[in-house]
């Protein structure tokens, strides 16, 4: 008698769960009734524009805000009821955060674990983020990279079970970009759950199980990170600029071309089949008499897609 196949393992609790989210400041509306699910042990990337919406669903998380209507829960509970047991299991990282210069990095990781009922060993949380070297050293003394990876030994010393991120690596080298990004994927490996908030599409392409685009209070687009670039109809993106002004409705006259948007003086085409898309856009250009200034082609990517739900690219808007 063959044996029966083993169950299917259940699903992974979830670790977030937003229902109906709404909040309003006087008159203006900031989150317009949205709804997702976070499954634990998880990366999810929160994306917007300026005044998207994205930072005040963030700071509800948190438990920053309140609500104006809706339903959050975070590990099975919610603000309202269990603040004192939420404090404990999650962690908070911020763009920038400022330590006492006169305390080192041990005393600093030291200091805040004492903040909480359990946790990690100072020690623990000092390796985790590859300061040992640097554990007596006073803060004013580390360079942006360490101060970074402190401000993360630092939310991470509870051994939080769920971890916001809020641009953790803006102003980092790539070297030490990287360096947290291995920590960060250690956390996941470790079945914790993180939510990242950054404008470096790069980096929510490579971290992200899902991510979660936001515009004007409400979810424009939400998946993994390859669901998302396919559901913008082509893989491949031509970028250009002509001597000229190229009119607009030639690009229909583009074979397996898809969608088209305005760059600075230039273009950015997706297409489906480049090797047949781009000897279609030089005879486009050749036959209306002008020239190409710049021509540049690459794999289609999430500020592709953020460009197409959005009409800007993300990094372009943060930097305005």
């Known amino acids: 008698m063959e044996p029966s196949p083993s169950p299917a393992p259940a699903p992974p609790a979830l670790a977030i769960q937003v229902r109906g989210l709404v909040k309003r400041f006087d008159d203006t509306v900031a989150v317009a009734g949205i709804d997702f699910e976070v499954r634990s042990g998880q990366c999810v990337g929160l994306l917007g524009p300026n005044g998207a919406g994205k930072t005040t ?40 955060t400022r330590f006492y210069e006169r305390l080192t990095v041990e005393e600093t990781v030291r200091l805040f674990r004492s903040f909480y009922k359990q946790g990690l060993e100072v020690e ?45 690596t803006t102003g980092l080298d790539p070297q030490s970009r990287r360096a947290l990004w ?23 392409q490579v971290l992200c199980d899902q991510v979660i685009i936001m515009d004007h209070g409400r979810i424009v687009g939400q998946g993994t990170p390859a669901e998302l670039i396919a559901s913008i ?56 008499g002008t020239q190409l200034r710049y021509l ?9 897609v953020f460009l197409a739900l959005t009409g800007r690219s993300l990094r372009e808007d943060n930097a305005s």
Do not use: N
């Not at 998380?61 to 309140?66: C, T």
């Not at 590990?75 to 309202?80: A, H, N, T």
């Not at 000092?126 to 580390?142: D, N, P, Q, T, Y």
């Open 57 to 96: 669903t963030v700071e509800i998380l948190e438990g920053l805000q309140k609500p104006t209507a809706g339903e959050v829960r975070l590990l099975g509970r919610s603000w309202e009821k269990d603040e004192a047991a939420l404090r404990e299991r999650i962690g908070l990282a911020l763009q920038e």
């Open 296 to 304: 540049s082609t690459r794999q289609a990517t999430l500020d592709d």
């Open 182 to 204: 291995d920590v960060i994927e250690g956390l996941k490996g470790k079945g914790r759950t993180v939510v990242l908030t950054t404008h470096y599409m790069e980096e929510a």
């Open 233 to 288: 109809g082509g893989d491949q993106v031509i970028e250009f600029a002509t001597t000229s002004a190229f009119p607009v409705e030639a690009f229909a006259d583009i074979p397996t071309y898809v969608s088209h948007h305005p760059r600075g003086e230039g273009h950015t085409l997706t297409v489906k089949e480049l090797h047949r898309a781009l000897p279609g856009l030089l005879s486009a250009v050749s036959s209306r």
């Open 124 to 168: 623990e949380a000092i390796a985790l983020v590859r300061l040992e070297e640097k554990r007596g050293a006073h803060s004013v003394k580390l360079s942006g990279g360490q101060r970074q990876r402190l401000a993360l030994a630092v939310a991470l010393v509870s051994d939080p079970e769920l971890l916001f991120l809020d641009e953790p």
